[in-house]
């Protein structure tokens, strides 16, 4: 019985890894390629960019901690809901890069204030922390920021690349 259950697990960790080498494939979009639209699904754990209307790719993605329900108030866990924007990108944060996000937006600040809350911020699209480079495409499987859009590193550069100041993210549930 030990046997069976030892290969089993072999036999998931190898498919895990034959999955995760498949979404590694066409890791990069051709020269001059401009991601001008992203649209994530909480519920789904994905994100879809677009270029002129045209679905480029779907990331498998981490979110917040806490995710279901829309972000309300700091340090709650979630990842924001509505229609934000790209606002900011650093190339060295604790992160492997990352791209800022517009929250909190005027809505959201509104909310908070009424319930005598601050509404957080610092939401960002980033790599792994430095500490868990090593998980790679592991890290989608739990829900591990504090209401950020985790992927992989290789996938954080490929967004980096082709994301500008200025890009429409909608975050659904």
């Known amino acids: 019985m030990q046997k069976y259950i030892n290969r089993l697990v ?4 190898v498919a895990l890894i034959l999955v ?14 401009t991601i001008d639209y992203i649209e994530v699904y ?13 679905l480029l790719k779907t990331y498998d993605i981490a979110l917040g901690f806490r995710p279901n329900g829309k972000k309300h108030f700091q340090g709650d866990g979630k990842t924001p809901e509505g229609v934000y ?4 990108k650093n190339p060295n944060s604790i992160a492997h890069k990352n791209l800022g996000i517009s929250y909190p937006n005027s809505e959201d600040i509104k909310y908070a204030r009424e319930n005598g809350m601050s509404p957080g911020g610092d939401i960002k699209i980033h790599g792994l922390m430095r ?13 591990w920021t504090g209401g950020c ?20 993210i909608k975050i659904f549930e």
């Not at 924007?85 to 900011?88: A, G, L």
């Not at 859009?149 to 429409?168: C, F, P, Q, R, W």
């Open 10 to 13: 072999v036999l998931f960790f």
């Open 20 to 33: 995760g080498f498949s979404k590694m494939s066409n890791l990069d979009f051709k020269k001059g390629t």
């Open 42 to 54: 909480k519920d789904d754990r994905v994100m879809k960019v677009y270029s002129k209307g045209k």
């Open 85 to 88: 924007y790209i606002n900011d």
């Open 131 to 143: 500490r868990w480079e090593k998980f790679g495409l592991f890290h989608k499987y739990v829900d």
């Open 149 to 168: 859009i985790a992927v992989t590193n290789s996938e954080m550069d490929e967004l980096y690349k082709h994301v500008k100041i200025g890009t429409k």
